[in-house]
């Protein structure tokens, strides 16, 4: 008998467009796909102390890619053509104090303000900042329901964040 039960877990993604006057123009709630590399970090850290990163970056690709579990911090900014429409380093995941389960963005949402135009199809929560950078860990990839058409000063914003729950 397996005593082991598997709960999905992942993040929440809120994304809004918002264009140059300030109005959201597009809006929608997707859920994530959390790589076999950002569960193994989460487990390792939390049971085994592994160790584990202070801070933690929102980045967002232009590529027609379709996130899978096999994803890494090493390979996502070139498999999903990782943008660099808003600058050369990805923002950061503000969190909020942990309580109830839940750690988000809310109250620091990344606000990602174009300089140029681009179409963004995702995006993901790595450890590294820099732009194009392949060191550290990938938690968590998101593909949007549709692609996000941006203009130059437009912004587009995320909120992001997890709920663990009991089983009992």
């Known amino acids: 008998m397996n005593a082991i039960t598997t709960l999905p877990v992942g993040f929440k993604y809120l994304i809004e467009v918002v264009n140059k006057d300030g109005e959201v123009t597009d809006s929608e709630i997707v859920d994530n796909l959390m790589p076999l590399q950002?569960?193994?970090h989460m487990l390792g850290v939390v049971l085994?102390?592994?160790?584990q990163f202070a801070s933690w970056y929102i980045g967002l690709y232009k590529g027609a890619y379709t996130p899978n579990t096999n994803d890494t911090a090493a390979n996502i900014s070139a498999n999903a053509v990782e943008s660099s429409a808003y600058g050369s380093n990805r923002l950061a995941f503000v969190g909020s104090t942990v309580?109830?389960?839940?750690?988000?963005?809310h109250d620091n949402k990344?606000?990602?303000?174009m300089a140029s135009a681009e179409t963004i199809y995702g995006g993901f929560l790595v450890s590294a900042q820099s732009v194009g950078s392949t060191a550290g860990v990938l938690l968590s990839v998101v593909r949007f329901s549709s692609p996000k058409v941006l203009d130059v000063g437009s912004i587009l914003r995320v909120t992001?964040?997890?709920s663990l729950v009991s089983t009992s």
């Open 110 to 113: 990344a606000e990602f303000t």
């Open 160 to 162: 992001a964040g997890i």
């Open 48 to 51: 085994k102390g592994s160790s």
């Open 99 to 105: 309580t109830g389960g839940v750690c988000d963005n």
């Open 38 to 40: 950002g569960l193994n």
